[in-house]
């Protein structure tokens, strides 16, 4: 069964940086697109970046966006989630999600859409 695996996540500081890994593995990686997504305490899972399956287009929230890079190594099977200038506010579980390119561009900011999911790694950020 195919499997996501999270990493990276832990205590910083705000202005800080972090990088998240996702490992998959009994996938076919270089044929899924890949999303990060965060659930912040008391809230809803939300989604946070995107990148296609071989050609690397991305895409990010806007509450991310300049600050959160998303790529992935394909000869690896792994996705990652650089962090940089870290907010109190981006505080949350982060899970990354794969879902297979054949699916097409609609909805990738839906989590429903996706079939494969980490147990998520736990980011907090203090002042």
């Known amino acids: 069964q195919a499997r996501l695996e999270e990493s990276g996540g832990g205590l910083v500081q705000a202005g800080d940086s972090l990088k998240l890994a996702c490992a998959a593995s009994?996938?076919?990686?270089?044929?899924?697109?890949m999303a990060w997504f965060r659930r912040a305490p008391g809230k809803e899972r939300e989604f946070v970046a995107v990148?296609?399956?071989?050609?690397?287009?991305?895409d990010y929230s806007d509450s991310v966006k300049g600050r959160f890079t998303i790529s992935r190594d394909n000869g690896k099977n792994t996705a990652y989630l650089q962090m940089s200038n870290l907010r109190p506010g981006d505080t949350a579980i982060y899970y990354c999600?794969?879902?297979?390119?054949?699916?097409?561009?609609?909805?990738?900011?839906?989590?429903?859409?996706?079939?494969?999911w980490g147990q998520g790694t736990q980011v907090t950020v203090s002042l």
């Open positions: 009994k996938l076919t990686f270089y044929l899924y697109r």
């Open positions: 999600a794969a879902r297979p390119m054949s699916i097409g561009n609609s909805r990738y900011y839906h989590e429903e859409t996706y079939g494969y």
């Open positions: 990148i296609s399956a071989s050609d690397g287009i991305t």
